[in-house]
């Protein structure tokens, strides 16, 4: 197996798990270029990018959170 393909993998189940508080299901890898995902079949590139985009969901999410409780805050304060 990839070292490489164990590391996408990895940062793409933390970033999934942080965004959904679960583990993706059915992630496995078939060879140094395709992995199988919820049952898709994906280039390792692909999920590379997937993996970016959870992570901007993920930050814009505590971004939003951390907005609205200095909203509170300074309507508590006010």
Known sequence: MSLHAEK???HYT???HNLYQRTPR????????W?????????LAELEYLTEQL????QQSQDNKR????????????
């Open 14 to 16: 933390e970033a999934y």
């Open 55 to 58: 992570q901007q969901e993920y």
């Open 8 to 10: 996408v993998i990895q």
């Open 67 to 78: 907005g609205l409780v200095m909203r509170l805050v300074k309507w508590f304060k006010g």
């Open 26 to 33: 059915d992630l496995r890898i078939l060879d140094q270029e």
């Open 35 to 43: 992995i199988i995902v919820n049952g898709a079949r994906m280039r």
